[in-house]
Nanobody, 118 residues
């Protein structure tokens, strides 16, 4: 069983920053280090979309809309994945979900709200 818990969301003004954290726990050892992890988001009325991902080898990829503004990283010792979000825009407003792909199965966190508004 795998559990992903997000934190760090909230309300921020345009141009501001937030850092999301996702702590992974469960019966699978070293979830973050050994598996692909990612952040997705879903805005009202829209489909869930990939924001950023990091492989077990450390390779990263980003949605075009966040390149240069968001950074995904991980701390293997803490079994935690982060999403640093800078220069936030109103269109970044969404529920953000942490994702882990383990043995070709998708695991999701409960989601956390990020609202960018003045």
């Amino acid at each position: 069983q795998v559990r992903l818990v997000e934190s760090g969301g909230g309300l921020v003004s345009p141009g501001g920053s937030l850092r999301l954290s996702c702590v992974a726990s469960g019966s699978i050892f070293s979830i973050v280090r050994r598996n692909a992890m990612g952040w997705y988001r879903q805005a009202p009325g829209k489909e869930r979309e990939l924001v950023a991902a990091i492989t077990s080898g450390g390779s990263t990829n980003y949605a075009d809309s966040v390149k240069g503004r968001f950074t995904i990283s991980r701390d293997n010792a803490k079994n935690t994945v982060y999403l640093q979000m800078n220069r936030l825009k109103p269109e970044d407003t969404a529920v953000y979900y942490c994702n882990a792909v383990i043995s070709n199965l998708d695991y999701w966190g409960q989601g956390i709200q990020v609202t960018v508004s003045s």
